[in-house]
């Protein structure tokens, strides 16, 4: 079985294979570059596991 954390380190994975010349380009059918774009989609990760990580301090709390 995959873990719950796939998606992350798939993304992470993807990012380092991500070439760093290609980061000022512009992302097709959008207004920014690839630079703003990983950089966006890694905060917005990094915020659901923040979510993630107070549900579950909340749930242990609750259960003890």
């Given at each position: 079985p995959?873990?719950?954390l796939?998606?992350?380190?798939?993304?992470?994975?993807?990012?380092?294979?991500?070439?760093?010349?290609?980061l000022?380009?512009?992302?097709?059918?959008?207004g920014?570059?690839?630079?703003?774009?990983?950089?966006?989609?890694?905060?917005?990760?990094?915020?659901h596991?923040?979510?993630?990580?107070?549900?579950?301090?909340?749930?242990?709390?609750?259960?003890?």
């Open positions: 995959r873990s719950t796939f998606p992350y380190t798939t993304l992470f994975r993807s990012v380092g294979k991500f070439p760093e010349d290609r000022g380009a512009s992302v097709p059918g959008r920014y570059d690839f630079a703003t774009l990983l950089h966006g989609a890694i905060h917005h990760n990094m915020y596991a923040g979510q993630i990580s107070l549900l579950s301090a909340m749930y242990k709390r609750r259960k003890s």
